[in-house]
Protein backbone atom coordinates (compact mmCIF):
# COMPACT_ATOMS: atom_id res chain seq x y z
CA UNK A 1 0.00 0.00 0.00
CA UNK A 2 1.33 3.53 -0.92
CA UNK A 3 0.53 6.86 0.50
CA UNK A 4 1.85 10.08 -1.07
CA UNK A 5 1.80 12.98 1.11
CA UNK A 6 3.41 15.17 -1.54
CA UNK A 7 6.71 14.90 -1.62
CA UNK A 8 7.51 11.98 -1.02
CA UNK A 9 6.32 8.01 -1.74
CA UNK A 10 5.85 5.97 1.79
CA UNK A 11 5.68 2.57 1.59
CA UNK A 12 3.76 0.61 4.46
CA UNK A 13 4.44 -3.05 5.07
CA UNK A 14 1.80 -5.58 4.72
CA UNK A 15 -0.73 -6.21 7.55
CA UNK A 16 0.62 -9.20 9.42
CA UNK A 17 -1.79 -11.26 12.07
CA UNK A 18 -0.72 -11.33 15.34
CA UNK A 19 -0.37 -14.72 15.85
CA UNK A 20 1.68 -16.35 12.60
CA UNK A 21 1.89 -19.84 11.99
CA UNK A 22 5.43 -20.76 11.86
CA UNK A 23 6.81 -23.87 10.37
CA UNK A 24 8.25 -26.40 12.79
CA UNK A 25 11.92 -26.37 12.31
CA UNK A 26 14.20 -29.62 12.52
CA UNK A 27 15.60 -30.04 15.75
CA UNK A 28 19.07 -29.93 16.26
CA UNK A 29 21.29 -33.22 16.43
CA UNK A 30 23.64 -33.24 19.68
CA UNK A 31 26.24 -34.26 19.49
CA UNK A 32 27.12 -38.32 20.75
CA UNK A 33 30.06 -38.72 22.12
CA UNK A 34 31.86 -41.95 21.36
CA UNK A 35 34.77 -43.49 23.68
CA UNK A 36 37.76 -43.92 21.51
CA UNK A 37 39.89 -45.61 23.84
CA UNK A 38 39.86 -48.12 26.13
CA UNK A 39 39.59 -47.84 30.09
CA UNK A 40 43.07 -49.44 30.05
CA UNK A 41 44.44 -47.34 27.07
CA UNK A 42 42.97 -43.54 29.15
CA UNK A 43 44.90 -44.90 32.53
CA UNK A 44 47.63 -45.17 30.10
CA UNK A 45 47.72 -42.00 28.69
CA UNK A 46 46.66 -40.55 32.30
CA UNK A 47 49.77 -41.68 33.74
CA UNK A 48 51.59 -40.31 30.78
CA UNK A 49 51.03 -36.99 31.32
CA UNK A 50 50.87 -37.18 34.75
CA UNK A 51 54.79 -38.85 34.85
CA UNK A 52 55.18 -35.86 31.91
CA UNK A 53 54.59 -32.69 34.10
CA UNK A 54 56.21 -34.40 37.09
CA UNK A 55 59.49 -34.45 35.27
CA UNK A 56 58.66 -31.16 33.40
CA UNK A 57 58.08 -29.57 37.03
CA UNK A 58 61.34 -31.39 38.05
CA UNK A 59 63.40 -30.43 35.35
CA UNK A 60 62.21 -26.44 35.81
CA UNK A 61 63.13 -26.10 39.43
CA UNK A 62 66.64 -27.65 38.36
CA UNK A 63 66.86 -24.84 35.78
CA UNK A 64 65.71 -22.20 38.10
CA UNK A 65 67.82 -23.33 40.99
CA UNK A 66 70.86 -23.44 38.29
CA UNK A 67 70.17 -20.36 36.42
CA UNK A 68 69.91 -17.75 39.88
CA UNK A 69 66.32 -17.27 38.52
CA UNK A 70 64.48 -18.91 42.08
CA UNK A 71 66.19 -15.91 43.32
CA UNK A 72 64.94 -13.54 41.02
CA UNK A 73 61.70 -15.47 41.24
CA UNK A 74 61.41 -14.48 45.00
CA UNK A 75 62.08 -11.24 44.48
CA UNK A 76 59.34 -10.41 42.37
CA UNK A 77 56.80 -12.29 44.05
CA UNK A 78 58.18 -9.72 47.36
CA UNK A 79 57.83 -7.22 45.25
CA UNK A 80 54.25 -8.06 43.88
CA UNK A 81 53.03 -8.56 47.69
CA UNK A 82 54.41 -5.55 48.99
CA UNK A 83 52.43 -3.65 45.77
CA UNK A 84 49.23 -5.52 46.64
CA UNK A 85 49.37 -4.23 50.09
Same mark, same amino acid.
Not at 18 to 34: G, I, S
Not at 43 to 59: E, K, M, P, Q, S
Not at 74 to 79: A, G, I, K, N, P
Given at each position: ?? +?????????????????????????????????????? +????????????????????? +????????? +???????????????
Amino acid at each position: MQ +ETDGTATVVKPPAFPYEVAVPQTKTRQHFVHKRVLTRE +ERGVWRLFLTLNFAINRALDK +ELQLESGLS +ELVDWWRTQKSELAV
